[in-house]
């Protein structure tokens, strides 16, 4: 059974005597400013289960017993999730009512039940600022130090908690490595300036970001609706057969629904956004976040992009569309590459997408949406298709997983692969839910990658410099000198000499060119060469971000591979439980994964 759709309005139906908040349009279409009521009772339940198979009444058994054994802290936090699903108007309390109803009244959407699906102990802690983390260490020696009063049940330590302080740990490890390691680098050759690639805070303390990029009308943002189950409320992004989607859509978390504007995102520093700031105000009248309470975004944010229309002219967009692709694609933890099977154009813009990908292909998921238009003989006409059409541009001995689905929830036409369809959806999310929680791993990647990126750029301002002092005479002209070296690099051999180094990847010079405008900028003789750049205490930088890249950021990442391992040696269970265990007839075992369908 799919997931019927309801009439406008039904889930927030409490309107009068609530705030009113506006939502501005996020497409091209000029919508006028949309109302969004916040309701004062939970909107009705569907009458149907969501697309797919339903929650069982053995899991419902399963999770009703699970949350028996939770303690008083997850007791508290799922009361925080009722009272504040109240406000939401649906969201929530169906989510919270759905663990007790019956599988036939279920009616939660694809990423609610997914959000669920989450591991009690979470590997990775919710994210914070190291001020913060001081501040929270604080607070616990203070409480540690202080008896509990008697009648206050003394609070054991959990093991959720244990591997919330060894993430944390890992955080702030990671954030000591960028500051102390890298950004000193990154600051005395400028690097910012180069490729508008600065990291901050923010960006190390973030939640997880899945991106959807793709064609026009390939149903990125349906499938965003779908996963929130936001069709048919005031926050449904637009969708149509037409090019619809001009904005870059920061879909995150919120205490309650409400629209950002692009500059007011980008002021605010605290957000990982800020860096957009630097592709102009054009861009930003192009970026809008929406902020909604919904379980699964307190876990990931989700960004909808503008369809990549092949015959447009760049310069139309009014931004430097590439460099916000990039800035987008170095950032995302997973990147939806959304195909319409009846329309696989490859064309510049997206080679250009491809091209940009190099380096990410692990981040990348394929996904043949729309698979409901096609006969299944056709859909296997058009996956190998896909596969030719990308095969020069995706060069890796593992290609990226391609899921062919329709991510919406009409349902399938009859003639289609429904038991595919839907198979491949609970491998999509399954998929989604890992890298939500690898997210640590995928951040120490992301900012070793970062630092390898600094030290080619460290290295190449070096031989700049080394060849603009060797011509300077006593009778050479600066200006020429600087023109002949920056017209014409090869001659110098500066990037060759730079590749031959000892782990610099051809992949990740950036282009000859950008040296021109960077160094018109920032004049080469104003740097220092990286020998002279060492102090006595700290030592060079260049060694520091070397050990950085070789060192340090593998170690953590090892060990946060031992901390997640570690619990379980811990759990083993002991000999007379285990053997309970197996008396147990195999069905009654609880997966591990909640969301797999056993
Ligand atoms: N048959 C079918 N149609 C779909 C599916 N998903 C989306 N659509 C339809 O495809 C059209 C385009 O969907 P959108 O979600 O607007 O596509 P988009 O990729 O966001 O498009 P842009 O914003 O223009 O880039 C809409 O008319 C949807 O109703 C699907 O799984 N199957
Ligand atoms: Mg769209």
């Known amino acids: 059974m799919r997931l019927q759709l309801q009439k406008k309005g039904d889930r927030f139906p409490c309107c009068d005597g609530t705030e009113e908040i506006t939502q501005s349009s996020s497409n091209d279409t000029p919508a006028p400013e949309r109302t969004v009521c916040q309701p004062c009772t939970a909107g009705p339940h569907l009458d149907t289960p969501a697309r797919g198979e339903a929650v069982s009444s053995e899991e419902v058994g399963e999770e009703e017993e699970a949350s ?75 409480q540690e130090a202080s008896p509990a009063p008697s009648d206050t049940p003394v609070e054991k330590p959990t093991k959720k908690a244990a591997a919330k302080g060894s993430g944390k740990d890992t955080l702030k490890k990671l954030q000591h490595i960028y500051h102390t390691a890298i950004k000193p680098l990154e600051q005395a050759y400028k690097y910012k300036e180069l490729r508008q690639h600065e990291v901050s805070d923010a960006e190390i303390t973030s939640k997880p970001m899945v991106l959807f990029l793709g064609p026009w ?83 990931v944010t989700l960004v909808d992009t503008p369809g990549i229309i092949e015959n447009r002219k760049q310069q139309e967009r009014g931004y430097p569309y590439n460099e916000v692709c990039q800035w987008f694609i170095d950032r995302a933890d997973l990147i939806f590459l959304v195909f319409d099977p009846t329309k696989l154009d490859v064309g510049l813009e997206l080679e250009m997408l491809f091209k940009q990908m190099k380096g990410r292909e692990s981040q990348i998921r394929i996904i043949l949406n729309k698979a409901d238009n096609l006969a299944t003989q056709d859909l296997m006409r058009v996956y190998g298709a896909l596969f030719w059409s990308m095969a020069p541009l995706i060069n890796v001995t593992e290609p990226p997983r391609v899921y062919v689905s329709s991510f919406w929830p009409q349902e399938y036409a009859s003639d289609t692969s429904h038991e595919l369809f839907r198979k491949e959806e609970t491998s999509l999310l399954e998929d989604l839910n890992q890298v939500i929680e690898n997210q640590m791993e995928n951040k120490i990647a992301f900012i070793r990658q970062h630092a390898i990126r600094v030290r080619v750029h460290a290295l190449l301002v070096d031989r700049y410099l080394q060849t603009y002092n060797e011509k300077m005479g006593w009778f050479a002209d600066p200006e020429e000198v600087f023109r002949d070296i920056t017209a014409e690099p090869d001659r110098f051999y500066i990037f060759k000499s730079v590749l031959a180094k000892a782990n610099v990847s051809k992949f990740d010079l950036p282009e000859a060119e950008v040296y021109r405008d960077f160094f018109g900028v920032n004049p080469v003789s104003g740097f220092k060469r990286l020998e002279s750049q060492c102090g006595w205490t700290g030592g060079c930088l260049l060694d520091k971000v070397e050990k950085a890249i070789g060192q340090d950021l593998p170690a953590l990442l090892s060990s946060l591979t031992e901390k997640k391992e570690m619990p379980k040696a811990e759990e083993k269970p002991k000999a007379a439980e285990k053997a309970k265990a197996a008396e147990k007839p195999k069905e009654e075992e609880k997966p591990k994964n909640r969301w797999r369908r056993q």
């Open 68 to 142: 028996e054994g939770l303690g008083e802290e997850e007791s508290e936090q799922q009361e925080e999730v009722v009272e504040e699903s109240e406000y939401q108007g649906g969201f929530g309390v169906e989510a919270v009512a759905a663990e007790v109803k019956p599988a036939e009244t279920s009616n939660r959407n694809p990423g609610e039940m997914m959000a669920d699906a989450a591991p009690i102990q979470e590997p990775n802690p919710p994210l914070i600022l190291e001020a913060e983390l001081e501040e929270v260490e604080g607070t616990v020696t203070e």
């Open 217 to 299: 009308s390939v149903g990125k943002s349906t499938m965003i609706n779908y996963l929130l189950g936001l069709q048919n409320s005031p926050q449904e992004l637009y969708t149509g057969a037409e090019p619809t989607t001009s904005e870059y859509t920061v879909i995150m978390h919120g205490e309650k629904v409400r629209t950002i504007e692009g500059i007011v995102m980008a002021a605010d520093s605290s957000r990982s956004f800020s860096p957009l700031e630097k592709f102009g105000q054009g861009f930003l009248e192009k970026l809008v976040g929406i902020e909604i309470p919904h379980k699964l975004l307190e876990r």
